[in-house]
């Protein structure tokens, strides 16, 4: 039962019917869907709405009646306002169940061309501290639950509250003050801990991101599999004194810690692509391990999160690849090389794609630490490189990988990809729903023959799947 309250914005006693896209679930009231955040199907709620249109509208759960027999209990103390790991209310196998299920229902749905019958997807065996990379922020600004500020009103509270943690969704200038964070294995706790006590001890001005004022901006872990520990921090500006004192209070503190840098960033965001880390201590990078393969991991350098998924991720599209050593393989959009590097022992020869050249330099350093030389790799958009005579020069493929970003591949990609024929094309995606329009232009040409979904992220509504496409036999023409 669900009615409309006199104040229009809640709706109450809503009982959820189902999941829906990117996290959400859904119920109808009236004839209108609802997509709700923060609930599952079973559930009884209430719903603040948000945006509201004539068929749909949107809102988050602001109370909840009955709690659905499909729930556990969340094991993070921050579960509710940090937005990391939504779905922790969910049990994993069920959240395994709904990508399963959304992967099918966007490849059916959006897609509407024939498709072979879906693997079950790979879970992951560590669903806590399976991440290799951590960002947090520091802010003057820290967040404060709606009970906090009833008990401290706002002309009692401190002008500067400083926090080091995550953003709170939707909200710029906020951020949640972070004690434990179970997406990391340890030191990243101690490290993160120990920087905020000794700052707070030594008055260290945490940023404002208002006024653009403050000493303290970012710090960012990460943590490989071999055991390795990068540590950098970023500061609004140089102040040498203070930055080593820090710099050393954390390195007696966290030993373990093998390369620390600092990152003066005085512009006004954060984004660390045009700034120059600088090494304090270590060698200024780490080193990961897929297989036997080793990756370099410097400060700038883009990695997968999850290294395990990553290596489980790559076996399938190795695997989807059928490759027997006489292989031309293109890697299109190909980051620093992984997946090339990854298929390239049963390859005759790998060309990888990419636009940003950083990524490029990392891939060329990847394949000359593993001592494999038949990769070559290009820098720019695949549009542009990816033309009749760049496959003139470095050979017909005989297999397309792809990896495109969440807005899948671009139409004019799809299209030289029918044009030049190469018999596979393997895609690997992290958005179902794009990969199914662009599945459904390459039907022109290619039949998807398997599906194989994958787990990178748990607790969260994220999802990848690999695809493999072969090349249709074209009908006898008679001849
Ligand atoms: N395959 C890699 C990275 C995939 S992420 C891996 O597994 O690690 C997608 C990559 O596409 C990013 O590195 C991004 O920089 C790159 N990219 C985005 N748009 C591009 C374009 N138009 N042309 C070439 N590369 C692009």
Redesign the pocket.
Known sequence: MSRKKDKPRILEQVLVEDYAAEGKSLSRVDGKVIFIEGAVPGDVVDVRLGKSKKDWAEGKVSRIHTFSADRTAPFCSHFGICGGCKWQMLPYKKQLEHKQNEVEQNLRRLGRIPLPSIMPIIGCDKTERYRNKLEFTFSNRRYKTGEEMQLHPLAEQPPSDPALGFHVPRLFDKVIDITTCHLMEEPVNLIKNTIREFSIQQSYPFYDIRQHTGWLRNLIVRISTTGEVMVNICLAYEEKTEREKLLHHLLKQVPSITTLLYTINNKKNDSLFDLLPQTYYGPGYITERLEDLQFKISPKS???TNTRQAEKLYQVTRNFCELTGNETVYDL????G??GIFTSRQAKKVIG????PE?IADAEENARINNIRHTAFFT????DICRDNFFEQNGNPDVIIT???RAGM?EKLVRKILEIQAPLVVYVSCNSATQARDLQLLYEKYEVTQVQPVDMFPHTHHIENVVQLKRRSLPDTGF
Do not use: K, M
């Not at 959009?333 to 620093?336: L, Q, R, S």
């Not at 794609?353 to 940003?356: K, S, T």
């Open positions: 883009f990695f997968q959009y190909c980051g620093t992984s997946i794609v990419e636009l940003i990524a720019g958009d695949v549009i990896d495109p970003p671009h």
